[in-house]
């Protein structure tokens, strides 16, 4: 599993790590954990073909180890997060979504799942997007709407991929 550590302390636990990933996967942010591209066909869009960090990829000695960028902690509350970079990918197609984003994940929330297979992701994304009143209100809601609708579909893959694969469900804390 990817490790997060700060001074070599941990801080975040692997649970923690796990939440965080399952957003990863549903928005695609792979430049934070799959720099390379090893885990889908990157297009002309995606800065690791066009640098050239993708070339690796069929050569398992030579591929880039999944690690975790561009989250930042505060040395005063190292479990509070920055998280850098997070440009979802809403035009990456359905199979074409990258699986290696969910590498080592052996237990994922349960909550989180139903809430997956309940059908109700997309409306809960819109009612806790509304609590910001100035992103709001500055959006394109058709463009917003049919940006949920596609996490709602990858939630619906997530879900089936967390069955698929036998992840344990955990309790929250």
Known sequence: MVGFCHRGRS?????????????????QV????????????PTEQDKCLTD????????????????LVHIFSSGRHPTRLVFLDNAGVPE???????????????????????VLKSGRLGELLLRSL?????????????????????????????ADYIEDKDIALVDDY
């Open 130 to 158: 509304q609590v910001d009143k100035v992103f709001w209100n500055t959006q394109d809601r058709d463009e917003l709407t049919r940006y949920v609708h596609i996490l709602h579909r990858r939630g619906k893959i997530l």
């Open 92 to 114: 990456r197609r359905e199979d074409n979504l990258d699986f290696r984003l969910l590498t080592g994940i052996d237990e994922v929330p349960r909550r989180a799942v139903e």
């Open 11 to 27: 801080v975040l636990s692997q649970r923690e790590i796990c939440h965080r990933i399952l957003f990863f996967f549903l928005l």
């Open 52 to 67: 050239g960090r993708n070339a690796d990829c069929d050569n398992p000695d030579r591929a880039a180890p999944l690690m």
């Open 30 to 41: 792979y430049d934070r954990l799959d720099r390379n591209c090893c885990g889908f066909q």
